[in-house]
Antibody, heavy 121, light 113 residues
Framework: EVQLLESGGGLVQPGGSLRLACVAS????????MSWVRQAPGKGLEWVSV????????FYADSVKGRFTISRDNSKNTLYLQMNSLRAEDTAVYYC??????????????WGQGSLVTVSS | DIVMTQSPDSLAVSLGERATINCKSS????????????LAWYQQKPGQPPKLLIY???TRESGVPDRFSGSGSGTDFTLTIGSLQAEDVAVYYC?????????FGPGTKVDIK
C-alpha cells in the first residue's frame, strides 16, 4: 500500500524558514517523480513544485521560485521542500504527492494527508 | 503559463442524474508526438486530500467507478458523472501536466439538489 507521510509544518514568522519532509513507503520511491501541492484555507489547489524520478530535473511555480527548493533522498525514501523567505500568502496545507511515472509530465496518483504551514507574526 | 478555467463554479444535481463539469485550457495540452492530452481530473471531499479520477483526459484510474468519465481534446474537456451518488459530493479539479507550471483549474463544487 502506498503511503505518504508529511511532517515539518507549523507556525513560522514572516521571513522565516521551514523544511517539510515526506516519507514514502509501499513503492519503489526512486522510480517515481514526486511533487508538492498546496491549498490555502478555503481555497483551491495550487501546484508548487515537482522533482523527476532521477532527481536531476525540478520545476517550480512562479510564486515560490527562488524561495523554495525541492529535493529527494532516495536512500531514505524521503521528499523535502525547503521553504525560505516565507510570506503570509504561503499559509496553506502542503500535500506531498506521487506521480504515476518517473517523468515529471505525469498525473498525481497518490497524495499524503497534508501538513499545515502557517506564516504569521 | 497555461491557465485552466472550469465551469460552472458549482452545481446541484438530483441523485441519479447526470453531472457535467467543463474545463478549458488557455493553450492545447495535446502532445503531437504521442497524441495524448496531458489533462487529469481530481476529486476532493471535505477534509481529505485530492484523489485522482481520470488521466490522459479519458483514462479512468484503477478503482474509480465507471459512472465517472472524461472526454475532450486540445483545449476543451469534460468530466461527466453519469448517475450522481451521495458519495460524489465533492470539489472537482482539472489539471494540466503538459508544461510547467502544472496548473490546476479553480474547482467545481458538486452538491445534491
Amino acid at each position: 500500500e502506498v503511503q505518504l507521510l508529511e511532517s515539518g509544518g507549523g507556525l513560522v514568522q514572516p521571513g522565516g524558514s521551514l523544511r517539510l519532509a515526506c516519507v514514502a513507503s509501499g513503492f519503489n520511491f526512486s522510480s517515481y517523480a514526486m511533487s508538492w501541492v498546496r491549498q490555502a484555507p478555503g481555497k483551491g489547489l495550487e501546484w508548487v513544485s515537482v522533482i523527476c524520478g532521477s532527481g536531476d530535473s525540478t520545476f517550480y511555480a512562479d510564486s515560490v521560485k527562488g524561495r523554495f527548493t525541492i529535493s529527494r533522498d532516495n536512500s531514505k525514501n524521503t521528499l523535502y521542500l525547503q521553504m525560505n523567505s516565507l510570506r503570509a500568502e504561503d499559509t496553506a496545507v502542503y500535500y506531498c504527492a506521487k506521480l504515476n511515472g518517473d517523468s515529471c509530465y505525469s498525473p498525481l496518483d497518490y497524495w499524503g494527508q497534508g501538513s499545515l504551514v502557517t506564516v504569521s507574526s | 503559463d497555461i491557465v485552466m478555467t472550469q465551469s460552472p463554479d458549482s452545481l446541484a444535481v438530483s441523485l441519479g442524474e447526470r453531472a457535467t463539469i467543463n474545463c478549458k485550457s488557455s493553450q492545447s495540452v495535446l502532445y503531437s508526438s504521442d497524441n495524448k492530452n496531458y489533462l487529469a481530473w481530481y476529486q476532493q471531499k471535505p477534509g481529505q486530500p485530492p484523489k485522482l479520477l481520470i488521466y490522459w483526459a479519458s483514462t479512468r484510474e484503477s478503482g474509480v467507478p465507471d459512472r465517472f468519465s472524461g472526454s475532450g481534446s486540445g483545449t476543451d474537456f469534460t468530466l461527466t458523472i453519469g448517475s450522481l451518488q451521495a458519495e460524489d459530493v465533492a470539489v472537482y479539479y482539472c489539471q494540466q501536466y503538459y508544461s510547467s507550471p502544472f496548473t490546476f483549474g479553480p474547482g467545481t463544487k458538486v452538491d445534491i439538489k
